[in-house]
């Protein structure tokens, strides 16, 4: 059986504190998505065909743009691909700011290596034109294609420009009510974290401002010395740097396809016995060859079969007292001496035994 690294990890002691900053954020205070239409000219050879009709109608619109007139029938590119642009503007981004671009096909182009993209809109939700996109595309990956051979590495159908969006204006940011009031919403939903944060809000403004309403979102009602577009960022920043100590579920997280096992603080196991057994698996394949016999006409066959032998040693029944800490499981299991994927279908048969107190995630 293949090693797999194994990582038996403790979340954040409970004596341990963290920044309501790094655990939460304001609501309305995030990235702004647009999205636009656009031509990749510059490929060599690898662009839309003429199954793709939209191409040929943009270029076609692009070119009356600049005073030249072609017949769509006379088009023959294979230079030119029609794309998806689209980009996130931070929050509070200004008039100017450098943006990164995501440049996808849209038609059956075989490659966007070596292409530019012309002047293109980024528009918002709301229909406006809050960025533009232009420049080189850089691909990372290859795609080379010869006498019916293909060697390709990454997707190059889709490419990436750095920098290559401007802020033509700021996004809507709104993230202060009329009446002066904000959220702290929760990156993980929690009600005993919620309301650690709510006291811990009140308890440096020296009054009730901050109600947990449920699991994820804290309302925080603004001081009326703090109400000013000035002094509002003042009294975020400080909510920010307030520290808390969050609430943290039990959880093992496991991953099957790697072999990883993650076990979380607070994951406790109740007194049990595990029996294991080590057990090999090996398969050899060979060529079976069936020759036909002299002047029949038959034809020879070659084909493929396979043996297999399982050997298990001796099994041995272990007793683990109640473990309480991550520390006492992992020595645990350390000392039954099992492999990765072994310790998963442990996990896995503690869970269904009903000796782990903790949630079991299988990703």
Same mark, same amino acid.
């Given at each position: 059986?293949?090693?797999?690294?194994?990582?038996?990890?403790?979340?954040?002691?409970?004596?341990?504190?963290?920044?309501?900053?790094?655990?939460?954020?304001?609501?309305?205070?995030?990235?702004?998505?647009?999205?636009?239409?656009?031509?990749?000219?510059?490929?060599?050879?690898?662009?839309?065909?003429?199954?793709?009709?939209?191409?040929?109608?943009?270029?076609?619109?692009?070119?009356?743009?600049?005073?030249?007139?072609?017949?769509?029938?006379?088009?023959?590119?294979?230079?030119?691909?029609?794309?998806?642009?689209?980009?996130?503007?931070?929050?509070?981004?200004?008039?100017?700011?450098?943006?990164?671009?995501?440049?996808?096909?849209?038609?059956?182009?075989?490659?966007?290596?070596?292409?530019?993209?012309?002047?293109?809109?980024?528009?918002?939700?709301?229909?406006?034109?809050?960025?533009?996109?232009?420049?080189?595309?850089?691909?990372?990956?290859?795609?080379?294609?010869?006498?019916?051979?293909?060697?390709?590495?990454?997707?190059?159908?889709?490419?990436?420009?750095?920098?290559?969006?401007?802020?033509?204006?700021?996004?809507?940011?709104?993230?202060?009510?009329?009446?002066?009031?904000?959220?702290?919403?929760?990156?993980?939903?929690?009600?005993? %974290?919620?309301?650690?944060? =709510?006291?811990?809000?009140?308890? +440096?403004? #020296?009054?009730?401002?901050?109600? *947990? @309403? &449920? !699991?994820?979102?804290?309302?925080?009602?603004?001081?009326?010395?703090?109400?000013?577009?000035?002094?509002?960022?003042?009294?975020?920043?400080?909510?920010?740097?307030?520290?808390?100590?969050?609430?943290?579920?039990?959880?093992?997280?496991?991953?099957?396809?790697?072999?990883?096992?993650?076990?979380?603080?607070?994951?406790?196991?109740?007194?049990?016995?595990?029996?294991?057994?080590?057990?090999?698996?090996?398969?050899?394949?060979?060529?079976?060859?069936?020759?036909?016999?002299?002047?029949?006409?038959?034809? %020879?066959?070659?084909?493929? =079969?396979?043996?297999?032998?399982? +050997?298990? #040693?001796?099994?041995?029944?272990? *007793? @683990? &007292? !109640?473990?309480?800490?991550?520390?006492?499981?992992?020595?645990?299991?350390?000392?039954?001496?099992?492999?990765?994927?072994?310790?998963?279908?442990?996990?896995?048969?503690?869970?269904?035994?009903?000796?782990?107190?903790?949630?079991?995630?299988?990703?």
């Amino acid at each position: 059986m293949k090693k797999t690294l194994i990582f038996l990890l403790s979340l954040a002691s409970l004596a341990y504190a963290t920044r309501i900053k790094d655990i939460a954020y304001v609501r309305g205070v995030n990235d702004y998505q647009v999205i636009g239409y656009g031509l990749v000219v510059g490929l060599n050879g690898t662009g839309d065909s003429q199954m793709s009709i939209f191409t040929e109608q943009s270029v076609s619109s692009m070119l009356k743009r600049f005073g030249v007139t072609v017949p769509e029938s006379q088009f023959r590119m294979r230079n030119v691909a029609a794309v998806m642009v689209t980009a996130s503007i931070p929050p509070f981004a200004s008039r100017g700011a450098s943006i990164d671009v995501i440049v996808s096909s849209m038609g059956d182009a075989m490659s966007l290596q070596g292409g530019a993209l012309l002047l293109t809109d980024l528009i918002g939700q709301d229909g406006k034109t809050y960025a533009t996109a232009q420049g080189p595309l850089s691909v990372g990956g290859f795609d080379i294609r010869a006498a019916g051979t293909e060697i390709q590495r990454n997707f190059t159908t889709t490419g990436r420009i750095p920098n290559g969006g401007l802020v033509q204006q700021s996004p809507p940011i709104d993230f202060v009510s009329t009446s002066w009031k904000l959220a702290i919403v929760l990156s993980q939903e929690d009600f005993a %974290t919620a309301d650690r944060v =709510a006291n811990a809000i009140n308890k +440096s403004v #020296g009054s009730t401002v901050a109600d *947990a @309403i &449920n !699991g994820g979102t804290v309302n925080v009602q603004i001081p009326q010395n703090y109400q000013s577009k000035d002094k509002v960022v003042q009294f975020i920043a400080q909510i920010e740097s307030l520290q808390v100590v969050p609430d943290v579920v039990a959880r093992v997280v496991i991953n099957e396809r790697t072999g990883t096992v993650v076990v979380g603080q607070n994951v406790t196991v109740l007194p049990v016995a595990i029996s294991h057994g080590n057990l090999n698996i090996e398969i050899q394949a060979y060529h079976v060859i069936s020759q036909p016999a002299p002047f029949s006409q038959g034809q %020879t066959v070659v084909t493929r =079969a396979a043996t297999a032998q399982v +050997s298990q #040693g001796g099994n041995s029944m272990v *007793a @683990i &007292n !109640g473990a309480a800490t991550v520390q006492n499981i992992a020595t645990a299991l350390n000392s039954l001496k099992v492999r990765p994927r072994d310790i998963i279908a442990i996990f896995q048969a503690l869970k269904a035994a009903g000796a782990l107190k903790a949630q079991l995630v299988i990703m």
